[in-house]
């Protein structure tokens, strides 16, 4: 290599000169100094790498071998500058300098983490293509011819093989055999009391196992009824058929006009029978092709095709203000009369019915179901009931006897020979309605009762409206939400005046600008990125996006926002800790 400091005067060939030139003009001015190699660098991967033909540049030592291309570990400082910079080899020599035991580097660095995980049906988020709206429902399958020894009914067959397992096949001999159970379809069993009806399958391979879900009434507040044709059934150009042929057990010459679809939903089957629920139309195109196979049924028409992501939330996430659990399908809720006076059990109790129906303009008919919602009476069942049967004054049922209020009862409406009304009990005067459960209205109420399609709940001795009134076509839920000691954010101690109402917890991001463009599927504007395709569409995890404050000084409600389901009190706030065995039941 050249010296070309000495090209200059003696003078100046000083020893910090000489370390300049050498470390600047030397180098940059010498000739080429290396070598040509060829070879791999990296990973050695099994499977792939072979000893023989795959040569790689040699190291000095066994974990550099091992080990050349992989990331650097490093912390930063107080001023965010990268520190502690380690090659992955530098990091287990360190390591291992220091005692530690490198030889299972996967128990080494092993450690929990966290992924973004709401609570929704994954598969209909990514995969919705695969899912068509059946506004009547998949045709129910008839499951006959099942051996159920050696359980003494097929009603105990069901309750132990089917419900709460993880998969179910009917067996050769059942009719239709080798049916294989999946999430959608509509079954019912010859032979059953209690699943004599069709009932949806849900939750199959879930961690609870197998549902049976009934079919609940479809029409919500919201609802736009049509009229029917009479006694008679039509196909519409949509391929929707329009059933009257049973006029007289539906509501007169009404019907639930169909949605073309909710893209923001709740799983079947929720403990609250919620409106997101109840009108959940949603079927996986393998639940619609078992459905046919079986009942040669049709295949829904192709403009029922999901063409936008579906947001189902998890069923049992309770809602905000809206009860916890379904008590009930009542006829009448009767709250007020026309001076804003209650109406009470003791107006109507012993009147004829049909003087009670001409007073208030309503159908009532024996069997029917109300509730006294603002009847606070105090009452004593022994004024109620009549003399319960007994044998050498040894009762033959229990005895009803206790307190309570009117409006802490479900009646059912009996008529008397002389067409005058019994209330009773729907079930006992010892099971009055318990706090958070629900009913929901079937028929219009006079003055201010409730009204078809909504939803009611009991709490602190006071029957009041669901606040998740569904009213639209793809509008969001609103979920209660929790600080991290599982206090509710609108806890009137905790927090005073709070401005929490209700979190939708993930969603579409809403276009806000003025002026924008409805989405034509989704009828709100959204949010997209790139290109605006459909894989482009924004969502936000409202969890973190949306805040709340409290008392008069307008106080920030700190810290992470949490929900949870009605049957485990752990709390979640969408980052979940990865489990590779979520259930139970499940082993590694």
């Not at 307008?554 to 009605?566: A, E, F, H, M, Q």
Request: hydrophobic share 35%.
């Amino acid at each position: 290599m050249t010296e070309y400091i000495k090209k200059l005067p003696a003078v100046f060939q000083t020893v910090t000169e000489k370390k300049f030139f050498d470390a600047t003009f030397d180098q940059v001015f010498s000739k080429k100094d290396s070598d040509y190699l060829a070879g791999f660098l990296g990973r050695r991967i099994p499977g792939s790498f072979n000893p023989v033909t795959d040569f790689y540049l040699p190291e000095p030592s066994k974990n550099r071998t091992w080990w050349q291309l992989e990331a650097t570990a490093y912390a930063r400082n107080e001023n965010s500058e990268k520190t502690n910079v380690f090659f992955y080899d530098d990091l287990l020599e360190r390591i291992e300098y220091y005692g530690g035991n490198t030889l299972n580097q996967d128990r080494l660095f092993a450690s929990e983490y966290y992924s973004f995980g709401p609570p929704i049906d994954y598969d209909m988020f990514v995969n919705y293509h695969n899912y068509y709206w059946v506004e009547q429902g998949l045709a129910a399958i008839e499951i006959s011819n099942i051996d159920f020894s050696p359980y003494p009914t097929i009603d105990a067959y069901i309750e132990a093989e089917i419900i709460g397992k993880s998969s179910y096949t009917t067996p050769e001999t059942a009719i239709p055999s080798n049916l294989k159970f999946t999430t959608g379809i509509s079954v019912s069993f010859a032979g059953s009391i209690t699943y004599a009806e069709p009932r949806y399958v849900e939750n199959f391979g879930g961690c609870t196992g197998i549902k049976l879900v009934p079919r609940f009434p479809d029409f919500t507040s919201g609802s736009i009824f049509e009229f029917l044709p009479w006694d008679g059934v039509i196909e519409l150009s949509t391929g929707r058929i329009i059933d009257n042929r049973y006029w007289d057990a539906k509501t007169w010459d009404t019907h639930s006009y169909p949605n073309p679809g909710d893209y923001i939903t709740i799983e079947r089957g929720a403990l609250d029978r919620n409106a997101w629920s109840r009108t959940n139309k949603w079927f996986h195109i393998d639940a619609i092709s078992a459905t046919v196979v079986a009942t040669a049924s049709p295949f829904p028409i192709n403009s029922t095709r999901a063409l936008r992501p579906i947001i189902q939330f998890v069923a049992d996430i309770p809602l905000y203000k809206s009860g916890t659990q379904f008590r009930e399908e009542i006829h009448y809720g009767f709250r007020d009369n026309s001076e804003g006076e209650p109406m009470r059990f003791s107006q109507y109790q012993g009147q004829l019915l049909s003087d009670v129906n001409d007073e208030l303009d309503i159908n009532m008919i024996a069997g029917d179901l109300v509730c006294f919602f603002n009847d606070t009476t105090d009452f004593d069942f022994w004024d109620l009931s009549e003399w319960d049967q007994s044998i050498d004054d040894i009762p033959v049922d229990e005895w009803d006897s206790g307190f309570g209020k009117f409006n802490q009862f479900i009646f059912q409406v009996n008529e008397n020979p002389d067409g005058t009304i019994n209330f009773l009990p729907y079930t006992a005067w010892t099971t009055p309605v318990l706090e958070g459960d629900i009913v929901f209205i079937l028929q219009d109420g006079p003055y201010d009762a409730a009204q078809r399609g909504e939803t009611w709940y009991y709490s602190l001795g006071v029957w009041q409206k669901a606040f998740n009134d569904k009213i639209t076509i793809n509008q969001p839920p609103l979920f209660l939400l929790y600080d991290h000691t599982g206090t509710e954010l609108d806890d009137p101690v905790k927090y005073p005046e709070s401005t929490f109402r209700g979190s939708e917890i993930f969603s579409y991001k809403v276009n806000t600008e003025a002026g924008a463009t409805p989405d034509p599927v989704l009828k709100f504007p959204i949010v997209y990125s790139g290109l605006g395709q459909a894989s482009d569409i924004i969502f936000q995890n409202d969890l973190m996006t949306d805040r709340y404050i409290y008392g008069v000084t307008r106080l920030n409600i700190d810290g992470y926002y949490y929900y949870k389901t009605t049957t485990s009190p752990v709390l979640f706030n969408n980052w979940n800790l990865y489990d590779p065995c979520p259930c139970d039941t499940d082993t590694p």
